[in-house]
């Protein structure tokens, strides 16, 4: 039976170095040369594992970071492969990781020929941000607000991709029309968006403009150091 472990033993944990160990042996791949890493994850429940008759066979490793997620690590056995095992283990380990108040998870993509695969289970490439030299990836947790072509309410976020002193020239490259729930202060849905924190954005509320500024000065941002915008909540004006 296929099953997944959001706290593994130290069998399971065996197991995964057993099937590190002899791949590294054959073929000079996969995470072994990692494996620091491993037991650090274990040791501070970290570590999810998907197991087959209690035997594991796949592994994530993550981090948890507020509202956020990172992946740090994740690998099939060998012969496990491309039975499906994987895309279980993460949709299975989103989904406790979502019940923990994760919002959003990211990663990157190494070795980069596994990209496709991250797509498939609903993971996108990052839009380009100051040295983003990896393939960086990412995926709400939860439904999002999608940004606009055209704007409705006069209620909106605007989010340019360049900072300040550059966006004077070019429309905001995204737009979100805000709807409230009864208190009108909670978004029907959050916002989610992966940005830099130097490029601009301007908070529209009741039709009343307030100042353009960069990301990392706008107060709604709920992560202080993070790559995404998140909002989930405004002080509309009434």
Same mark, same amino acid.
């Given at each position: 039976?296929?099953?997944?472990i959001?706290?593994?033993?130290?069998?399971? #944990?065996? *197991?995964i170095?057993?099937?590190?160990?002899?791949?590294?042996?054959?073929?000079?791949? +996969?995470?072994?040369?990692d494996?620091? %890493?491993i037991?650090?994850? @274990? !040791?501070?429940?970290? #570590?999810?594992?998907?197991?087959?008759? *209690?035997? $594991?066979? +796949?592994f994530?490793v993550?981090?948890?970071s507020?509202?956020?997620?990172?992946?740090?690590i994740?690998?099939?056995?060998p012969?496990?492969?491309?039975r +499906?095992?994987? /895309?279980?283990?993460? &949709? =299975?380990?989103?989904n406790f990781?979502?019940?923990?108040?994760?919002?959003?998870?990211?990663?990157?993509?190494?070795?980069?020929n596994?990209?496709?695969?991250?797509?498939?289970?609903?993971f996108? &490439?990052?839009?380009?941000?100051?040295?983003n030299?990896?393939?960086? %990836? @990412?995926?709400p947790?939860?439904?999002?607000l /999608?940004p606009? =072509?055209?704007i409705?309410?006069?209620?909106?976020?605007r989010?340019? &991709?360049?900072?300040?002193?550059?966006?004077?020239?070019?429309?905001?490259?995204?737009?979100w029309d805000?709807? @409230?729930?009864?208190?009108?202060?909670?978004?029907?849905?959050?916002?989610?968006?992966?940005?830099?924190?130097?490029?601009?954005?301007?908070?529209?509320?009741? +039709?009343?403009e307030?100042?353009?500024? /960069?990301v990392?000065?706008?107060?709604?941002?709920?992560?202080?150091?993070?790559? @995404? %915008?998140?909002?989930?909540?405004?002080? $509309?004006? !009434?």
């Amino acid at each position: 039976m296929i099953k997944l472990i959001s706290n593994p033993t130290e069998e399971h #944990l065996a *197991d995964i170095e057993s099937w590190l160990v002899e791949e590294w042996n054959k073929t000079q791949n +996969g995470f072994y040369s990692d494996w620091s %890493m491993i037991p650090n994850a @274990f !040791k501070e429940n970290r #570590l999810s594992v998907i197991t087959d008759n *209690d035997y $594991a066979i +796949g592994f994530v490793v993550y981090r948890i970071s507020e509202f956020e997620v990172d992946i740090d690590i994740t690998e099939i056995k060998p012969t496990e492969r491309n039975r +499906g095992v994987a /895309r279980q283990l993460i &949709n =299975e380990t989103l989904n406790f990781l979502k019940l923990k108040g994760v919002l959003v998870a990211r990663l990157f993509c190494q070795p980069t020929n596994s990209e496709p695969f991250w797509k498939k289970i609903g993971f996108n &490439n990052f839009p380009q941000i100051i040295d983003n030299k990896q393939i960086h %990836m @990412f995926k709400p947790l939860i439904e999002t607000l /999608r940004p606009t =072509e055209k704007i409705e309410t006069n209620s909106t976020i605007r989010l340019w &991709n360049c900072p300040p002193h550059q966006a004077d020239r070019i429309s905001a490259k995204w737009a979100w029309d805000l709807n @409230f729930k009864e208190d009108n202060e909670t978004l029907v849905k959050p916002i989610i968006s992966p940005v830099s924190r130097e490029w601009q954005v301007q908070l529209i509320i009741n +039709g009343e403009e307030s100042k353009p500024v /960069r990301v990392k000065n706008l107060q709604i941002n709920l992560n202080d150091d993070s790559e @995404f %915008m998140i909002v989930r909540n405004v002080t $509309a004006k !009434k």
